[in-house]
């Protein structure tokens, strides 16, 4: 499991500033590959949706060697877009209670933005060197982990999702 890595996609809307885009960023360093067109999208792998009624869970690994996927879109076009995505049949799974800690929404809970939710899913999933490595390439990583320490290793402790929404209760205000 030590050093084993999970593969990571975005599929890009072309929504957003492209100069404070952090899947473009990651993409620059070579950590996600990037389909603006949803046929390329690998079948049966994790999609992090927070419209999703599931929560990511550690017995979600198994999807996870098929990868994981972002949609980066704006967030006023999340309710429209998910549904775009459901002909590839992928796991969607929403995120447990964390606080961001980019600049745009600091301190809100649930709305990370693209780096930050492939940090979290790849440290609950196990995968806890590259969750650090994707933070580190960005200002606000450090503090992302200050920030979410606790709820962090709680989640990658918990059994399934079930055992995700009871732990959630103790870290929400
Ligand atoms: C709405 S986009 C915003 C992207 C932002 N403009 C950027 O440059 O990173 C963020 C994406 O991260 C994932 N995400 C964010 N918060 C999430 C949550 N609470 N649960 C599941 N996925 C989440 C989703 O795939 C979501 O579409």
């Known amino acids: 499991m030590e050093g084993e890595k999970a593969r990571l996609y975005v599929y890009h809307a072309r929504q957003d500033d492209p100069k404070k885009c952090t899947a473009r960023r990651m993409k620059q360093f070579g950590l996600v590959t990037m389909y603006e067109s949803i046929e390329k999208l690998p079948f049966g792998a994790i999609l992090l949706d ?40 992928m796991e969607n799974r929403a995120l447990p209670y964390m606080l961001a800690a980019n600049p745009m929404n600091y301190g809100r809970p649930f709305m990370f933005n693209s780096a930050e939710a492939f940090v979290a899913a790849l440290y609950i999933l196990g995968y ?21 320490r606790e709820p962090l290793e709680a989640y990658a402790a918990a059994k399934d999702s079930a055992d995700i929404i009871e732990i959630q209760k103790e870290f929400m205000p």
């Open 50 to 89: 927070p419209t999703a009624g599931k929560a990511i869970s550690p017995a979600d690994r198994q999807y996870a060697q098929k990868g994981i996927v972002v949609l980066d879109c704006t967030w006023e076009e999340v309710e429209r877009v998910f549904p775009m995505l459901k002909v590839k049949h």
């Open 128 to 148: 806890k060197e590259q969750a650090f490595e994707v933070a580190s390439r960005f200002k606000w990583g450090e503090t992302f982990f200050a920030l979410n």
